[in-house]
């Protein structure tokens, strides 16, 4: 299968600090890739949808200037933790979609510790 | 009522055997059907992808849709200790949003 990159696997930051994140598709070109957060035993909560080269999509009650996503080129996603608080820490997932069926392939994962 | 519905369990069955998880969902709109294995602390590995009805066999992996039903359902045969792990079942129509379950883990024990 498609190979997406996410780095760091883990962040441990102070109180007010801001964060990136990078999702990378390695062997695909991904117009559409996903950020996602998910907390222990539950399954995945969609945060914003990012389509290359226009501003994201957010969910509803996702707050978008605290979570800032840039979609800058085909294999290149960044979601950036403004002013990050205890309350942001958790498992962020990033996914990209190869071509134009469903399939999606997901990213290792990022741990945010807000100390 | 939540879109798709899926039993968290914990699920332990024992090494060798037939491993059968379920999901079940209220839109009939949904065309995309898949199955993930998510390893604790990792991201989601997409195991099985169906399009609409019937059955898709990959190895140790059979999936199944029943749309009548609004059934899906996946299948391990000959369960090992490195399958256990969380099953996430998600679906989608043609806006490319996935809906998901809640996940199931599975305990495999030796």
């Known amino acids: 299968g498609a190979v997406v990159s996410q780095h760091p696997s883990r962040v441990i930051c102070k109180s007010g600090t801001s964060v990136k994140i990078e999702c990378r598709s390695l062997?695909?070109?991904?117009?559409?890739m996903f950020w996602y957060r998910q907390f222990p035993k539950q399954s995945l909560m969609l945060m914003a949808t990012s389509n290359e080269g226009s501003k994201a999509t957010y969910e509803q009650g996702v707050e978008k200037d605290k979570f800032l996503i840039n979609h800058a080129s085909l294999t290149l996603s960044t979601l950036t933790v403004t002013s990050a608080h205890p309350e942001d820490s958790s498992f962020y997932i990033c996914s990209a979609r190869q071509g134009e069926n469903e399939k999606l392939f997901f990213g290792s994962g990022t741990q945010l510790s807000v100390l | 009522q939540k879109e798709v519905e899926q039993d968290p369990g914990p699920l332990s069955v024992p090494e060798g055997a037939i491993v059968s998880l379920n999901c079940t969902y209220s839109n009939s709109a949904f065309q995309y059907f898949m199955w993930y294995r998510q390893y604790s602390r990792k991201g989601p590995e997409l195991l099985m992808y169906?399009?609409s009805s019937g059955n898709k066999e990959d190895g140790r992996f059979t999936a199944q849709v029943d749309k009548s039903s609004k059934y899906i359902s996946l299948f391990i045969r000959d369960s090992q200790p490195s399958d256990s792990a969380t099953y996430l079942c998600a679906m989608s129509y043609s806006n490319y949003q996935l809906i998901w379950g809640a996940g199931t883990k599975l305990i495999i024990k030796p």
């Open positions: 062997d695909f070109q991904a117009t559409t």
């Open positions: 169906t399009y």
